[in-house]
């Protein structure tokens, strides 16, 4: 089931593979927790005889969260919903608590990008702070 022979998997592992499977109507061929601050796993799944890549998100234990996970869930089907490009959510798990959404091709980061128009189109939208020549950090509550 991941792609470690003869894992199996356990705690909170365990219950995200049994809740895949049951919830999404599928098999999971294969399974790995990713190693981070917020609790996060990929799986491939056997659904109608066709592999298909999910992620799966759970809460964060080290901080008190703004939004609940519910809420990052809700807000990522709603711009589905109205053709915004996400990941298509599949389900909410209880225990633990996480959600599943599809896997989609990419990078983690920038690297692929040289600093010529795509950078400065990745940043276009940034204003620095009042009296700042530096754009405030990504996820700053403050705008400029």
């Keep these: 089931m991941t792609d470690q022979p003869g894992d199996v998997p356990s705690g ?4 995200v593979v049994a ?3 049951s919830s999404l109507d599928a098999k999971v061929v ?19 005889d066709a592999l298909e890549r999910v992620v799966v998100r ?4 080290d901080t008190p969260l703004v939004f609940p996970l519910e809420h990052e869930m809700l807000f990522q089907q709603l711009l589905d919903e109205h053709g915004i490009p ?4 599949h389900g909410w798990c209880d225990q633990p608590r996480a959600y599943a ?7 983690p980061d920038f690297a692929e990008f040289q600093p010529t128009s795509e950078r ?3 940043t276009s939208m940034c204003r620095p ?7 405030p950090s990504v996820g700053s509550s403050r705008r400029g």
């Design 12 to 15: 909170s592992d365990a219950l």
């Design 19 to 21: 809740w895949l499977e």
């Design 30 to 48: 294969s399974w790995q927790r990713q190693p981070r601050w917020r609790p996060m796993w990929f799986a491939e799944l056997d659904r109608d």
């Design 58 to 61: 759970g809460e964060r234990s």
């Design 86 to 89: 996400v990941p298509k959510v």
């Design 101 to 107: 959404m599809a896997a989609v091709p990419g990078r």
């Design 120 to 122: 400065r189109s990745s």
């Design 129 to 135: 702070w009042p009296g700042s020549t530096a754009c």
